[in-house]
């Protein structure tokens, strides 16, 4: 690893679940135009559901998510009724159903609802949702949460994924980042789940943790493939102490450097890929048959807000404090604080506080951006002909890729624009020589790798 490389795995920068990224919205998108934005979503458009549960057990010291511990049921039970409300409100803006290709569950711990209000809240989307043949329905879970009465209303409620938080078996990691999970539960959950029919399962791992090593890493990507999931992802950690505060709990002197976390990146990929895992994007994993899978080997891989997915929506309709949608026009932001979330839903309204309106320009880097993410090669000219936009518009884009390609990270054929394969992990780079937002030298972000 050169010293310009490491310089490189360094360099804050976005994960591009989006474009523009979320610190480019803008407080000038609120309610109203959240509305106007619902009403006119053309009613064959193909709809996406996406609820935010922001409440977890404990925090687990390195969480990067928008959640917060709860000792008590009451804040959930709580949080579930106005989630109602503010289903019933997008229900009515919407002014007709739409139908739905895609339902996330996400958090924080979803797992934390009642089963009884799972069940009801599920019922009540479907009320307004026509569910589209081979929709999937997915959940995240801490498998530390999970009861046989959650499975079983998860299976009754039609749930086919599930997602569970395992990050790392070594019981001295586990208590370093305070999330104790022995491999007998995991294996529990894995069974229960399996029994009640949700066999797709995702396992989120993680690396670059204080006293992780590579070797480490491994034993961790090889117990998990034991237990053969769907999907694995595995994701380096972000060290973002200025942001989340709770991660200063996490001592900065145990953490891996640079070079010793490309090295775990790459001994787990090696270890998947010896299991019989395909490589999905920059952090998944998925066997050949799964639909991420086949989706990464024949172009139609999607990016969103939960990463790589498989859903082809036209529209992403969010519920829950933060969440975020986006419709043709642009994206939307739900207040993350609860109070002000709640407080707007009570008054009758959106509790949209900002967004992002998009304009062609916007669009076509996105796709540039997402394809990069997704394929590691694109045409950006052909994308900017695509959108009836000049190829001019891309010279300060080619301009920043010049030493990028010098180094060895991105290569430049004609006009496509390529990641040769040993330098993946790197692709962030590449994707931001395309964000016309992006302040370059921003510490904004975590690091590229
Ligand atoms: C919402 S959690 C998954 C569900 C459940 N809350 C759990 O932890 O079991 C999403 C995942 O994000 C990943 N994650 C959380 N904080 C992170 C961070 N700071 N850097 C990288 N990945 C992180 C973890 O792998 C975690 O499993
Ligand atoms: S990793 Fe999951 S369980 Fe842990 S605090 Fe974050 S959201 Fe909650």
New binding site residues.
């Given amino acids: 690893m050169t010293p310009q490389l490491i310089h490189y795995a360094t360099r804050n920068l976005p994960r591009y679940t989006s474009y523009p990224t979320a610190p480019h919205f803008t407080d000038d998108i609120g309610d109203e135009t959240y509305s106007d934005w619902l009403a006119a979503l053309p009613a064959e458009a193909r709809t996406s559901v996406y609820l935010h549960v922001p409440f977890?057990?404990?925090?687990?010291h390195?969480?990067g998510?928008h959640?917060k511990a709860v000792r008590r049921p009451e804040p959930v039970a709580e949080y579930a009724r106005t989630l109602r409300e503010e289903i019933l409100l997008a229900a009515t803006r919407l002014g007709g159903r739409r139908t739905m290709v895609h339902m996330h569950w996400g958090?924080?711990?979803p797992s934390l609802l009642d089963p009884a209000d799972f069940q009801s809240l599920a019922g009540l989307v479907y009320e307004h949702f026509d569910v589209a043949p081979g929709a999937e329905h997915a959940i995240e879970l801490?498998p530390r949460t999970v009861t046989k009465a959650l499975v079983a209303s998860l299976a009754k409620a039609g749930v086919n994924r599930a997602s569970l938080?395992v990050q790392d078996f070594n019981p001295k990691v586990q208590e370093a980042i305070g999330?104790i999970q022995s491999y007998r539960l995991v294996v529990n959950v894995v069974e229960e789940l399996t029994r009640a029919g949700i066999a797709a399962i995702n396992m989120d791992l993680m690396y670059g943790l204080p006293h992780q090593t590579a070797k480490e890493v491994e034993r961790t990507a090889d117990l998990t493939a034991a237990l053969a999931p769907a999907r694995i992802a595995l994701f380096g950690y972000a060290h973002v102490p200025w942001m989340k505060s709770h991660q200063r709990l996490i001592d900065a002197a145990a953490l891996p450097g640079a070079v010793e976390r490309i090295d775990q990146a790459e001994a787990a990929s090696a270890r998947l890929a010896a299991h019989g895992y395909v490589p999905v994007g920059i952090d998944h994993f998925a066997r050949p048959d799964d639909p991420l899978a086949i989706a990464a080997g024949n172009g139609t891989l999607r990016r969103n807000f939960q990463g790589y997915t498989t859903d082809p929506a036209d529209a992403l309709i969010g519920f829950g404090a933060s969440s975020i949608g986006k419709l043709p026009q642009g994206y939307v932001q739900n207040a993350p604080d609860f109070g002000g979330w709640r407080r707007a839903i009570e008054a009758g309204k959106s509790p949209i506080v900002r967004g992002k309106r998009i304009d062609r320009e916007d669009i076509a880097r996105a796709e540039i951006i997402e394809r990069l993410m997704c394929d590691f090669a694109v045409d950006p000219e052909a994308v900017f002909t695509r959108h009836g936009l000049p190829a001019e518009k891309l010279t300060e884009a080619y301009e920043a890729l010049k030493p990028l390609i010098s180094d060895g990270i991105a290569v430049q054929d004609g006009a496509g624009v390529s990641v040769p394969d040993d330098r993946r992990i790197f692709v962030r780079l590449v994707a931001s020589a395309f964000d016309a937002y992006l302040e370059r030298g921003a510490a904004r972000h975590s690091v590229a790798v």
């Avoid at 977890?56 to 687990?60: D, L």
């Fill in positions: 977890c057990q404990a925090m687990c390195y969480c998510c959640t958090g924080g711990t801490d938080g999330r």
